[in-house]
């Protein structure tokens, strides 16, 4: 089976400009997460999803970051405008009820510069 | 205090040798707890769960001892490909689903 998958792996782009990563997560999963990765602050759930519907997000960073989950096997996390700031790696998990301990797997990320 | 608080290291360490972690984690009512694997520029994957009664995996051996809230990781016979860094990971009072992850520690095995 397919792993999550994360587009675009690379993304560089100037100060302002848009941002949309996209994330299409394992077939049957109805758990979606968003992670951003740092040096300075490590892993931080922005915001999850279950059934297609965002159950919690607070750890969305300010009101430039928004995430959506139209259908079960695609979601967005999108930034207007960018910042420095928001570079980073960002992740995409995804997650089924009932499987053993709430495991989450992994998509291979974006890894966004913003200049 | 952080959630979840790791050694950042790195460890470094031989072939062959034996390695542990801790890791200390804030909220009592936790209920999951996870040591993730990530390799240098990649995603984080699950190494293996931890239960309450310790749990082993071939050269790896999980521990959780709830009374002092810390969880340990023991890597026997330390191979090359053992290097990356070991990710802690405890959920959420309020969701069994969120995930709090450790900054991590950083092992080096050398030959």
């Known amino acids: 089976d397919a792993g999550v998958i994360q587009s675009p792996r690379h993304e560089v782009t100037e100060m302002g400009q848009e941002v949309t990563l996209r994330c299409k997560p394992i077939?049957?999963?109805?758990?979606l997460f968003w992670y951003r990765q740092t040096m300075m602050r490590g892993l931080e759930l922005l915001i999850y999803f279950n059934n297609n519907v965002p159950i919690d997000d607070s750890g969305m960073p300010e009101d430039r970051f928004s995430a959506k989950m139209p259908n079960a096997s695609f979601s967005t996390l999108k930034i207007q405008p960018s910042e420095p700031r928001d570079s980073a790696v960002y992740f995409c998990?995804?997650?089924?009820?009932?499987?053993?301990?709430?495991?989450?797997?992994f998509g291979a990320g974006t890894r966004l510069s913003v200049l | 205090r952080k959630e979840v608080e790791q050694d950042p290291g790195p460890f470094n360490v031989p072939e062959g040798a034996t390695v542990a972690f801790n890791c200390t984690y804030s909220n009592s009512a936790s209920q999951s707890f996870f040591w993730y694997r990530q390799d240098c520029r990649k995603e984080p994957k699950l190494l293996m769960s931890?239960?309450?009664s310790g749990n082993e995996d071939g050269r790896f051996t999980a521990q959780l001892n709830r009374a002092s809230q810390y969880i340990s990781l023991l890597i026997r016979d330390s191979k090359l490909s053992d290097s990356a860094t070991y990710l802690c990971v405890v959920n959420k009072m309020d969701s069994s689903y969120k995930l709090i992850f450790g900054s991590g520690t950083r092992l080096l095995v050398r030959p």
């Open positions: 998990a995804s997650s089924r009820t009932g499987l053993t301990k709430n495991i989450q797997y």
């Open positions: 931890v239960y309450s």
């Open positions: 077939s049957g999963h109805d758990y």
